[in-house]
T-cell receptor, first 116, second 112 residues
Framework: DAGVIQSPRHEVTEMGQEVTLRCKPI?????LFWYRQTMMRGLELLIY????????DSGMPEDRFSAKMPNASFSTLKIQPSEPRDSAVYFC??????????????FGQGTRLTVV | SQKIEQNSEALNIQEGKTATLTCNYT??????LQWYRQDPGRGPVFLLL?????KEKRKERLKVTFDTTLKQSLFHITASQPADSATYLC???????????FGAGTRLFVKA
């Protein structure tokens, strides 16, 4: 397996524009997570899905952020409108549940977002 | 609120020595704790998981301890090598849930 695949790797956009980040989880993994990483706040969980259903979105900072998972192999994180303070590295991760115990999460390479 | 604390200052050690990183937490009763390694420009990579009923876990040169009374985990790398230089993150989670929260990480530099 190629691992978790995120695109794009880098995104530079102007304030007010819509930004869409994409993620393809590892095949067979039924949990998918979106994280945001900044120097100030570290790695923050934004939202996670189980079997394509959002389970906990309490980490989504504002209504400007939305995430979808239309099928088991694809998820998007959208920011509309984007603001400079959204600049960060966004990671997608996936894992296989099953036992109820969290197993290791596999992270993608991340998308570095810069909003100017 | 739940809080995870890792040394914000970088840890510098000499090759061959044992590196010890600390993870403290408050207002939380985790069922498990994980350690990840992160290299610049890359996503975190899982290293070890230890459950609340386990005191110690080992994997090759890595050792993790978990003290739920002190609310602390120690992460040791023995016979450290320059290739061990990276940021190490600890993460906590609960049974039946997959909401893992991460510490900010500690940067480790191993000098040859």
């Amino acid at each position: 397996d190629a691992g978790v695949i995120q695109s794009p790797r880098h995104e530079v956009t102007e304030m007010g524009q819509e930004v869409t980040l994409r993620c393809k989880p590892i095949s067979g993994h039924d949990y998918l997570f979106w994280y945001r990483q900044t120097m100030m706040r570290g790695l923050e969980l934004l939202i996670y899905f189980n079997n394509n259903v959002p389970i906990d979105d309490s980490g989504m900072p504002e209504d400007r952020f939305s995430a979808k998972m239309p099928n088991a192999s694809f998820s998007t994180l959208k920011i509309q409108p984007s603001e400079p303070r959204d600049s960060a590295v966004y990671f997608c991760a996936s894992t296989r549940g099953g036992t109820g115990w969290a197993t290791e999460a596999f992270f993608g390479q991340g998308t570095r977002l810069t909003v100017v | 609120s739940q809080k995870i604390e890792q040394n914000s200052e970088a840890l510098n050690i000499q090759e061959g020595k044992t590196a010890t990183l600390t993870c403290n937490y408050t207002n939380y009763s985790p069922a498990y704790l994980q350690w990840y390694r992160q290299d610049p420009g890359r996503g975190p990579v899982f290293l070890l998981l230890i459950r609340e009923n386990e005191k110690e876990k080992r994997k090759e040169r890595l050792k993790v301890t978990f003290d739920t009374t002190l609310k602390q985990s120690l992460f040791h790398i023995t016979a450290s090598q320059p290739a061990d230089s990276a940021t190490y993150l600890c993460a906590l989670g609960n049974t039946g849930g997959f909401k893992t929260i991460f510490g900010a990480g500690t940067r480790l530099f191993v000098k040859a």
